[in-house]
């Protein structure tokens, strides 16, 4: 029988009226929420964000200013419970967010780059290059990481199974 308020899946039980306690946990509460399921990759790759600082974020582990915390949340469903926690947490999250527009179209290739990369078996050496830092920590021109993410897909072709080497 199942316990009353509380929503019981395969790995854990937690309460049904439990919200989020920190920023990271409601971010990451967020986009666990997701339809179709979003991972911290692709979230980040459709704001052109590196990955690892994503995680770093959700985790607790780095504090992100206000505007690109609104950006963050711009990519993932915040409804009902989950703004309501936002405009209690972060006031000025929440308040950058409603005038935070979705990621464009650029976003979208973004994410398709994302999933190109997390499908691919060298994805860590892909999500090196797509993170690539410029001057002063930020992300590199976004045109000069995804040509050098297609250069490096162009010179070292995937191996199929089964394919006989051409040579002779």
């Known amino acids: 029988m199942p316990l009353a308020g509380h929503v019981i899946s ?5 309460r049904v009226s439990e919200t989020p306690d920190t920023i990271g946990a409601l971010l990451r509460a967020a986009r666990d929420r997701a339809v179709p ?3 911290q990759r692709g979230a980040a790759a459709a704001i052109g964000m ?4 994503w995680g770093q974020v959700e985790r607790g582990d780095a504090q992100a200013p206000a505007a690109t915390l609104a950006r ?3 990519v993932v469903p ?4 989950h703004k309501e926690a936002l405009e209690r947490l972060r006031p000025e999250v929440a308040q950058a967010l409603a005038s ?6 650029a976003g979208e290739e973004d994410r398709l780059i994302g999933k190109l990369i997390a499908d691919r078996p060298d994805h860590e050496v892909l ?4 993170g690539e830092l410029g001057d002063g920590g930020r992300l590199a021109p976004r045109e000069r990481r995804v ?11 995937l191996k199929t199974a089964g394919r006989e080497s051409e040579a002779g």
């Open 37 to 39: 399921k979003i991972t």
């Open 147 to 157: 040509r050098r993410v297609f250069e490096w897909i162009d010179t070292h072709p």
């Open 10 to 14: 395969r790995d854990s039980v937690w």
């Open 50 to 53: 590196n990955p690892d600082y």
């Open 72 to 74: 963050m949340f711009s």
């Open 127 to 130: 999500e090196f290059i797509w």
């Open 78 to 81: 915040v409804t009902g419970d």
């Open 100 to 105: 935070t527009p979705a990621p464009s179209s």
